[in-house]
């Protein structure tokens, strides 16, 4: 064995040359471990894009997309019931998710000037819906929202007599 006092000192570019040797170790080491863990996720598909016809449903949309909403559908419902224009469908990963999505979109519109928004769910967050008046947002866990699967209720057009 021997000592580190009677080994040579190696030259500045040997310093540098072995540091870089180290990271790149370092970093194939870790490359697996991280790419198998995005595997394992599934790719959330893309949000519902902001519409500028309702400054509402845009402001709603905005912050799901903030908020890493998952499967966002937007259903227009004009044409097809007087509850509201807009049906907005979305998912959260797991119930804190789907309470931190409420929470900021309830803020969101309590900013923008709707003081009574009803919400219903929120003590178990399975299913959370927002009355905001013209849109209505339902935000749903996965399995849940596979469930009772809405936006295929909503989204059928009417029956021809």
Known sequence: MVSKKSRKPKSRGAKTAAKKTRKKQA????????AAKKSKRSAPKAAAKPSSKNPLLNSILTQLNED???NTVQIDLQNKSTLADYMVVTSGRSNRHVNAIADHVIENLHKGGLPR????????????????????????????RAFYNLEKMWARSPAHG
């Open 27 to 34: 970093a194939k080491k870790t490359a697996p471990k991280t």
């Open 68 to 70: 890493q909403a998952i």
């Open 117 to 144: 928004v009803r919400v219903e769910g929120m003590p178990n967050c399975d299913w959370v819906l927002i009355d905001a008046g013209d849109v209505i947002l339902h935000i749903f866990r996965p399995e849940v």
